[in-house]
């Protein structure tokens, strides 16, 4: 990594000179690189050498956020039931597999959760005695009052924060895109994304500081020039990373690299020949999404999401308990309180996780918030309640096999048990229950 940072600087002194070189790399690189700024000032200093975080690498980790949050909620039945992705895909989109049609999906879910929170809205202005609040102050008060509407408010805020983030990137507004980024910061530390959470605030802190270490990039950044135009058309920019991902994986095989240097102009060649030929030219500069076709897809599928999420039960109309939309599962009380979705992030954790005390105080001790941040609420796969869980539907679906077979010996079945011990709850001297059913017994 040192000696590709060296090239980088030594090329861009060579062939441009004056100009400051940029380094884009992902996530793990960029602590990387990071470190050896801090190691080697006087050589790869932050004058000598600007380090950025791909964009494209954010915005899959902001996917990954967002289905974290939505896992186990209801949220991929609806999107299945409203026929905008299939049942496999449908399942896939909170881990995040494929980003374009991840992304397409929460746009989806964004509009079609505005239109559920007005027409809640509508409901309560046709109730309510007297003249209803505003939609601002309404919305403030079921948030503190109502954990589900909180919840999904909070999922509304995050989509929001991501269609910023895509509209930074296709404007080119740098401006929008460190706000983004500053705010994404927080939310990263509250879901217990470790990595993003401790080098985006360092990352951001470098962009900050443009203005005063290099004046002539951070005016060519205000210009657009930190992403790639390959079309004349509208809301088109995309990411470095995103423009050359077609060389990825191509300096690993020596054989491919050498087919694509040797075959890539003659390609380049044919496709101008035949555009020559054909005389195609790009009538207009409107953006391609803005089909009519396409319109329509989207407006139906927004339509089919609500009709679905309203079957299922409007998330803002269902009372004061957060469920799954599925089934119906209300999560213990301490459990939505500890939700991510339903806490505000700590100050004094994301003061923890600035670029100040991480890179002058690496040692320091962890705040005892940060702790409770970590507690998992969910019931996932490395969970004990997730484990009782499918061991308790195995149970139930070996009941269910033995209705078919004459033979079976129901006390047999019931002989054994699948479940460890549990433990009750007193808090100075802890009994268990015997595996045998006898009762409580001392420890």
């Given at each position: 990594?040192?000696?590709?940072?060296?090239?980088?600087?030594?090329?861009?002194?060579?062939?441009?000179?004056?100009q400051s070189p940029v380094l884009g790399a992902d996530q793990p690189l960029f602590a990387i690189a990071k470190q050896l700024q801090w190691a080697l000032p006087d050589i790869l200093g932050d004058e000598k050498l600007v380090l950025m975080i791909k964009a494209l690498h954010i915005e899959d980790k902001m996917h990954q956020m967002i289905g974290k949050q939505l896992k186990d909620s209801g949220w991929s039945n609806i999107i299945?039931?409203?026929?905008?992705?299939?049942?496999?895909?449908?399942?896939?989109?909170?881990?995040?597999?494929?980003?374009?049609r991840t992304r397409y999906a929460h746009q989806v879910s964004l509009v079609s959760l505005y239109l559920l929170q007005q027409r809640s809205y509508t409901?309560?202005?046709?109730?309510?005695?007297?003249?209803?609040?505003?939609?601002?102050?309404?919305?403030?008060?079921?948030?503190?009052?109502?954990?589900?509407?909180?919840?999904?408010?909070?999922?509304?805020?995050?989509?929001?924060?991501?269609?910023?983030?895509?509209?930074?990137?296709?404007?080119g507004d740098f401006p929008l895109y460190l706000q983004v980024c500053d705010k994404l910061c927080s939310s990263f530390h509250v879901m217990d994304l470790t990595n993003y959470a401790r080098w985006l605030p360092v990352y951001v802190r470098d962009m900050v500081q443009l203005p005063q270490k290099h004046p002539q990039l951070y005016a060519e950044?205000?210009?657009?020039?930190?992403?790639?135009?390959?079309?004349?058309?509208?809301?088109?920019?995309?990411?470095?990373?995103?423009?050359?991902?077609?060389?990825?994986?191509?300096?690993?095989?020596?054989?491919?690299?050498?087919?694509?240097?040797?075959?890539?102009?003659?390609?380049?060649?044919?496709?101008?020949?035949?555009?020559?030929?054909?005389d195609i030219t790009t009538s207009g500069t409107a953006h391609?999404?803005?089909?009519?076709?396409?319109?329509?897809?989207?407006?139906?599928?927004?339509?089919?999401?609500?009709?679905?999420?309203?079957?299922?039960?409007?998330?803002?109309?269902s009372g004061t308990e957060l469920v799954a939309l599925h089934t119906q599962e209300v999560m213990e009380k301490g459990g939505y309180f500890s939700h991510p979705a339903?806490?505000?992030?700590?100050?004094?954790?994301?003061?923890?996780?600035?670029?100040?005390?991480?890179?002058?105080?690496?040692?320091?001790?962890?705040?005892?918030?940060?702790?409770?941040?970590?507690?998992?609420?969910?019931?996932?796969?490395?969970?004990?309640a997730g484990s009782a869980q499918r061991n308790s539907c195995l149970i139930m679906k070996l009941?269910?096999?033995?209705?078919?077979?004459?033979?079976?010996?129901?006390?047999?079945?019931?002989?054994?048990?699948?479940?460890?011990?549990i433990y009750s709850p007193a808090p100075q001297k802890p009994r268990i229950i015997g595996s045998s059913g006898t009762g409580l017994r001392s420890r």
């Open positions: 990594m040192k000696h590709a940072m060296q090239l980088t600087v030594h090329d861009t002194d060579t062939f441009n000179p004056g299945t039931q409203a026929q905008v992705l299939t049942c496999g895909r449908a399942q896939y989109v909170p881990d995040e597999h494929h980003i374009k409901v309560y202005c046709s109730s309510v005695q007297g003249p209803p609040e505003s939609p601002e102050m309404w919305i403030q008060r079921c948030r503190s009052d109502n954990p589900m509407f909180l919840f999904w408010a909070t999922i509304m805020d995050l989509e929001l924060l991501m269609c910023r983030f895509i509209r930074s990137l296709r404007e950044f205000l210009k657009g020039n930190f992403f790639v135009q390959r079309s004349a058309h509208k809301f088109s920019l995309i990411s470095k990373d995103q423009g050359h991902g077609g060389a990825v994986g191509l300096f690993e095989n020596p054989e491919a690299l050498a087919l694509f240097m040797l075959a890539g102009p003659d390609c380049t060649r044919c496709i101008e020949e035949f555009e020559t030929v054909l391609h999404e803005e089909a009519s076709a396409l319109q329509t897809k989207f407006r139906t599928d927004v339509l089919a999401f609500v009709e679905a999420a309203e079957h299922l039960g409007n998330p803002f109309n339903t806490r505000p992030a700590c100050p004094v954790c994301v003061t923890y996780y600035t670029a100040g005390n991480f890179a002058h105080n690496q040692h320091s001790e962890m705040p005892e918030c940060l702790h409770l941040y970590q507690q998992s609420c969910y019931t996932g796969t490395g969970s004990k009941f269910l096999s033995l209705q078919s077979r004459p033979d079976a010996d129901m006390e047999e079945f019931f002989r054994y048990e699948n479940l460890p011990p």
